[in-house]
């Protein structure tokens, strides 16, 4: 029988859910940026399906508190923030580069901001995860990180959009919000302040792409991105805690950046496997 305690099962297992949709969204948003959609389209489609299914949750069953300076806190980290600047970035750079900067320095950010906000400094056995981690993306950044000359302005926004990720996690854990507070609160605020906006001042690029990739954005953004992995991402970091759980998504890269290679036909290399072996035994030492 197993020998961890039941809350930290199901956190890895609610983590692994998480590494999953996210490999998928950075190979999705890829996708995205290729197209006629632009940075601001794929946000709205995220927050109009997402806001549009949790209203009738928060109306008949969960009414979080949304006009807050708490709520209004996350929504500008962890919603407005992170969103524009990770679906924006990737008209810059490739799919690879975001699985790096998007999640590969997302336990760094999470330790450094849990470091100035709790005053928490990584455990001793952290530290070996954190530098087996470092030397994983170290590896990817050579598979991946070329064409800086066109890419840099991407590469910028990717990593501000991870360490705004990081400030709301730390913020999630500080304040005490359950996942589903955060996931309805979030979601609702941020549809409420970003889709007049859009509607009435931003470039659209909806109209020129066909109604299937549409729906495929619209699901994938809005429901399992939005909903499903926000809802799983706060589960395991309430069962593992932050940095643990920054832990795990550092195998996101070396996910992502195999799907690149099988799916849109980005350049493989053994930079690559190296990058996968590393920062899955980070992950695997800064959880165990």
């Not at 996708?31 to 399906?49: C, E, H, I, K, P």
């Not at 036909?265 to 899955?280: A, H, K, M, R, Y």
Request: aromatic share 12%; glycine share 12%; hydrophobic share 60%.
């Amino acid at each position: 029988m197993s020998s961890l305690p039941g809350p930290s099962r199901s956190g890895y297992a609610f983590a692994a859910g998480v590494v999953c949709i996210w490999a998928g969204f950075v190979l999705l948003g890829r996708v995205a940026g290729t197209s006629a959609l632009n940075g601001n389209d794929v946000v709205a489609l995220r927050f109009g399906v997402a806001a549009t299914l949790l209203l009738p949750v928060w109306w008949f069953k969960w009414r979080v508190p949304v006009f807050t300076w708490r709520m209004a806190m996350l929504m500008l980290s962890g919603g407005m923030t992170y969103t524009l600047a990770a679906y924006w970035s990737f008209h810059f750079a490739p799919a690879a580069h975001g699985a790096l900067l998007l999640s590969g320095m997302l336990p760094f950010f999470v330790a450094m901001v849990s470091w100035g906000l709790l005053g928490e400094s990584p455990p001793a056995r952290l530290h070996h995860a954190l530098i087996c981690i470092a030397g994983g993306i170290g590896l990817l950044a050579v598979h991946s990180l070329g064409g800086l000359a066109q890419s840099w302005p991407g590469d910028l926004m990717m990593l501000f959009a991870s360490l705004s990720w990081a400030v709301y996690t730390v913020l999630v854990r500080r304040w005490g919000y359950a996942p589903v507070e955060t996931t309805i609160g979030v979601t609702l605020l941020s549809a409420f302040v970003f889709l007049p906006v859009y509607l009435l001042f931003l470039p659209k690029g909806i109209a020129q792409v066909p109604l299937g990739s549409v729906l495929l954005q619209g699901f994938y953004q809005g429901v399992l991105v939005a909903i499903v992995a926000m809802l799983l991402y706060m589960q395991a970091m309430v069962r593992l805690g932050p940095m643990r759980l920054g832990a795990i998504m550092a195998t996101v890269p070396a996910i992502a950046g195999i799907g690149a290679t099988l799916v849109l036909g980005e350049p493989f290399s053994l930079w690559l496997v190296g990058g996968l072996i590393l920062t899955s035994v980070g992950a695997w030492l800064g959880t165990r």
